[in-house]
């Protein structure tokens, strides 16, 4: 039997039984333009480029799975996000470019979505959605060089939905 991974791997939309739960990173699925500002730590500055984030459903509509493209239409990295009835939203983000691979869990709060979790080289991370409204969201990442108790702000990206 030949399976093709796109085939097998994308899905309509959400799964039934668990839509309200999915619906969290379900308002997202579609395309945006991101203007992204990345703050470079050893440089100490900002650099800013232009993004396409593009969202859908995944795996029997039970995730969500996103890919970050550049400019150049090369894809820089990926997340998946499912939905884990014992303990909420389980989310992995993977930048091989990078060599960077982090994995967080997320949940809502109030108007905002917060992760929390740890990158490949062991510091905590925490992400934000914000100012979520159906054609706009900001989002920031946020890195702990000492274990959470300090936090320094390394990237913001402001988007725009396209497609949807």
Not at 27 to 49: D, H, M, P, Q
Not at 71 to 92: E, K, P
Not at 118 to 137: C, K, M, N
């Amino acid at each position: 039997m030949s399976v093709s991974m796109q085939r097998s791997l994308a899905a309509d939309g959400p799964a039934p039984e668990i839509a309200s739960e999915l619906a969290l990173f379900g308002r997202f699925v579609g395309e945006w333009e991101i203007r992204n500002a990345l703050y470079s730590e050893s440089a100490g500055t900002w650099s800013k480029s232009d993004l396409l984030w593009s969202f859908d459903w995944i795996i029997g509509g039970r995730g969500i799975q996103d890919v970050i493209v550049d400019a150049s239409g090369s894809a820089l990295g990926t997340t998946v996000r499912t939905w884990d009835s014992r303990i909420g939203w389980r989310v992995v983000w993977f930048c091989p470019r990078a060599d960077e691979h982090v994995v967080l869990t997320a949940r809502a709060s109030e108007d905002r979505i917060e992760l929390d979790g740890v990158q490949a080289d062991g510091r905590r991370v925490r992400w934000t959605f914000s100012d979520i409204a159906p054609e706009s969201f900001a989002w920031d990442g946020w890195c702990s060089n000492d274990g959470g108790r300090t936090w320094w702000h390394e990237q913001h990206m402001d988007a725009r939905r396209l497609v949807g």
